[in-house]
DNA sequence: CTCTACGAATTTTTT
DNA sequence: ATTCGTAGAG
């Protein structure tokens, strides 16, 4: 066997890493450290020199991008079919368990899979019907508590009724919501990962066929699973210490929705018998760019402790640009664009990052007015559009009559004369009767409850449906599709819609028939489920490529979060400013502040060869003027690694506040951050922010009663606790 | 049913 | 500022 392919191109940790004992292995994976190639070859090594059988692997990611990527690199790699391994997302692999076991599940043979903007449909319509002010109960709050629930593994009637009246409250709502699901067949993505996570603890049977079956476990962006992944990996790998997990804690930029850095911990604990590894060459970055990143992290505490280092020389320094106001900043960078292009650099090489995607706007307006070529990330994503959403729902109302999300969707879309009073109606009947709306439907007809005109055009709805499902019986997937967005009357409303909105939503449509074309049924078929439904479900779980065209050479606009696991030569990180990035709402927090810390080493590493910061000293938010500091992170960059960039000399300030180096390292006096204190009048609190130093050194607090406050430390009493 | 007007909210995102 | 959702009028 030729291992040679498997291990040459490897460094030490990285080799240690693939060809490590047989047994659970926890991989601290910096930024640019080759985690994937890690990952890739260690698989490859257990199969070919280990011996283990392709069917033996299981691999899991987060994202589906990651999932074939990986898939691809093993095949190429081993020069054999990765088909026999479980490589996918947990929500993927989740869907092929509840389709294989759906019985033990609990669950309808034939559920769907419904996507978040399903799920609010169903809660906003819930909260309708039981009459909740949903000002007081925002329909979002209200997915994102039940969401929460399920990532931690609650179950509705688990929810301790603890006489508080917002849980009280949020549990019924939670439970009707299990219920409609039940009753229409429909599952959503926390959904999956919970009751593919019940189906394996409670059936002992089929536990024990999966652990048997994967002896080699590994995971992606550990650092991002929450607590129903980690207690389903659990699961699997229980007492066989065959979990071999890639991660960065400094990466975790996903607390605020579920992601739990704690599980790096508990696999320590519980797989006792593990090895750590720390991949810290970056074969990325330049030294500069390192040095700077390093720093800004260092700056977190109760880090697993990594610093990157490269061997291919400094590089040039990170530029620091001090912009006028947000326009000056879209000046500046659109102009940094315009020479690296002139001087023959690819637009596609540059990226611009930004926190949030307001942000985004004064940089296309820039790039839009000098005509240079731009993609943002972000955007609704194709099987996310409402037209596309319509069709589908057509497809699934035709062979699910159940599926009240879908039925909902297309009752009067197109327009047929069904107006919200007879909607409510048959809502009603199908509560108090038990029944679908669709057998809600049928029965109201039936019973002659309805006048003769509501009569008619609700049969006409059923009829309608009805008569694509008899008419298309025996089509292929993509005239199946054809046929139903054309005789649905889909095509013709939205023909209707003047400009160039309707037109675009025709092509979409039309654009799902290739969709459905190219759908390669084999490829996915190893569920017992038609065509159709596999199809439905991959528009669910794979939402599609975003717009735009790749091939084109363009300037790439994202946010920090849609960045990670991306690299360009250059790099415009902007925004740089206190209440922007770190974010007002992180502010009083030190938890979510250090999480901005890591989405801003995040953003830093991912550049190749020049990294550009930039903030304004003035800027438009909200429709006000904000004169916001420069972030504090800039201060936590080493100055010996940064260049300040003056446009205009005479407009742009010194900047006293970012040379002079702060005690923000928390290496000096008494305080450092998160540093618990105690002030005479305002109580507890913690220390958020350190600036200036002898008789000007004072402290930014977070109290527990009072709030955030600057204090100086010559004039205030505290006492460390 | 569609259009207009007014008020409220406004980090980050994958599945 | 802008967007989004709803309430009320036509």
Known sequence: ???????????????????????????????????????????????????????????????????????????????????????????????????????????????????????????????????????????????????????????????????????????????????????????????????SYELLRDNADILDFYQQRFQHVHVDEFQDTNTIQYAWLRLLTEGRDNLFVVGDDDQSIYGWRGAKIENIHRFQRHYPNHKVIKLEQNYRSTGHILKAANQVIACNEGRMGKELWTDSGDGEPVSLYAAFNEQDEAYFVVEGIRKWVNEGGKRSDIAILYRSNAQSRQFEERLMSTRTPYRVYGGLRFFERAEIK?????????????????????????????????????????????????????????????SARAANALAGFLELIGQLERQTAEMALFEKVKYVIEHSGLIAFYNEEKGDKGEARVENLEELVNAARAFDYDREAEENLGELDMFLTHAALEAGEMQGDAFDDCVQLMTLHSAKGLEFKQVFLVGLEEGLFPSQQSLEDLGRLEEERRLCYVGMTRAMEHLTLTYAESRRLYGREIYPNASRFLREIPPETLQEVRMRAQISRPLTAVKSRAGGLGSEGKYKLGQRLKHAKFGEGVVLQIEGSGAQERVQVNFSEVGVKWLMLAYAKLETL
């Open 1 to 195: 066997m030729d291992i040679t392919k498997i291990i040459d191109p490897l460094n030490d940790a990285q080799r240690e890493a693939v060809s490590g004992p047989g047994r659970s292995m926890l991989i601290l994976a910096g930024a640019g450290s080759g985690k994937t190639r890690v990952l890739v070859h260690r698989i490859a090594w257990q199969i070919q020199v280990q011996g283990a059988l392709p069917h033996s692997i299981l691999a899991v990611t987060f994202t589906n991008k990651a999932a074939s990527e990986m898939r691809t690199r093993i095949e190429d790699l081993l020069q054999i079919s990765a088909r026999s391994m479980w490589i996918g997302t947990f929500h993927g692999l989740a869907h092929r368990l509840l389709r294989r076991h759906a019985k033990q599940a609990k669950l309808p043979e034939s559920f769907q899979v419904m996507d978040s903007d399903d799920q609010l449909r169903v809660i906003k319509r819930l909260l309708k019907d039981i009459n909740l002010d949903d000002s007081r109960w925002p329909p979002r709050q209200v997915q994102w508590f039940i969401n929460a629930q399920k990532d931690e593994g609650i179950r509705a009637s688990k929810i301790l009724d603890s006489g508080d009246f917002f849980q009280h409250q949020m549990k019924l709502v939670y439970q009707s919501y299990e219920d409609i699901c039940r009753r229409s067949g429909l599952v959503d993505f926390a959904e999956l990962l919970l009751s």
């Open 390 to 450: 319509n069709a589908l729902a057509f497809l699934r109302i035709m062979a699910h009559h159940e599926d009240d999300a879908s039925f909902e969707r297309v009752i009067n879309t197109p327009t047929r004369g069904i107006g919200a009073k007879l909607i409510a109606d048959i809502r009603t009947f199908a509560r108090e009767q038990g029944l679908s709306l669709w057998h809600a439907a049928e029965t109201l007809i039936a019973e002659k409850h309805l």
